[in-house]
């Protein structure tokens, strides 16, 4: 997998808000800036379900939305994607859309919208430094972001990480032949206390330098892991913004 000189995530839309005058709703939406030695590239992970939220938010981090270059759907459901059909028009056409499985009504939408759906059934670099993970597992179908930055490792985005987030690093790792893992953010879907231990002891044992669990994780789950990584864990929310460079 080639290597990226730095990336930058900005939290558009989650369950939490962390930067005042900004809105939370249930749902999750990262602006993603990745630089090479020759091109900047945006990525939106994620639309939410609510593109009021989208857009206010937006607006107040200044985050012009038409630059964005791709769109990465993590999953079919309607707090990830739901936004899709009014993110898509306000874009240069026609931009891809980058979906885990095959959904008809899904598909149907992005094309009436004027994007370019991509199934990424299988692990696929899409951009240079950039891999869809290709669908994990067998249950509800989702793919995950993994980018490969120089010095530091991979930078794992997940939408809720239905199919688990350890399940999602391992796979992130073997896809990108890459064994370091610098960053893990977005959803976990883990709620207890017992799950958020088990999770974060699995990261720090792999080195995990951040850990940013948001969206679909439960506070229990949450206190367990800042208990764990320590200073490694950062909330996450509404406004924040990680530089990995
Ligand atoms: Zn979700
Ligand atoms: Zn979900």
């Known amino acids: 997998m080639k290597e990226l000189n730095s990336v930058r995530v900005t939290t558009l839309v989650d369950n939490d808000v962390l930067k005042r005058g900004l809105t939370s709703s249930f749902g999750l939406s990262l602006y993603v800036e990745i630089s090479t030695e020759r091109e900047r590239r945006i990525i939106l992970m994620d639309t939410s379900g609510s593109f009021d939220t ?19 759907i993590s999953h079919w459901h309607g707090d990830h994607c739901g936004s899709l059909s009014h993110v898509l028009p ?28 991509r199934v990424c059934s299988e692990p696929v670099e899409f951009m240079e430094g950039v891999m869809s993970t290709g669908e994990i597992g067998r249950g509800i179908s989702e793919h995950s972001l993994v980018m490969n930055v120089r010095n530091k490792g991979l930078v794992i985005l997940t939408g809720c990480a239905h199919p688990g987030i350890v399940s999602t690093v391992k796979r992130a790792q073997q896809v990108s032949v890459v064994s370091k893992v610098y960053a893990v953010i977005g959803g976990f879907h883990i709620s207890s206390a017992r799950e958020g231990v088990y999770v974060a002891e699995f990261l720090r044992e792999l080195g995990v330098k951040l850990v940013s669990p948001c969206h679909c994780t439960g506070v229990n789950a949450k206190n367990a892991i800042a208990n764990v990584m320590k200073d490694r864990y950062v909330r996450n929310g509404s406004g924040k913004v990680f530089l990995i460079d």
């Open 54 to 72: 989208l857009l206010k938010n937006a607006s107040k981090l200044d985050v012009n939305l038409s630059g964005i270059n791709a769109i990465f």
């Open 90 to 117: 306000l874009l240069r056409q026609p931009t891809p859309v980058y979906v885990p499985s095959e959904n008809s009504s899904g598909i149907r939408e992005i094309k009436n919208a004027g994007g370019v759906p």
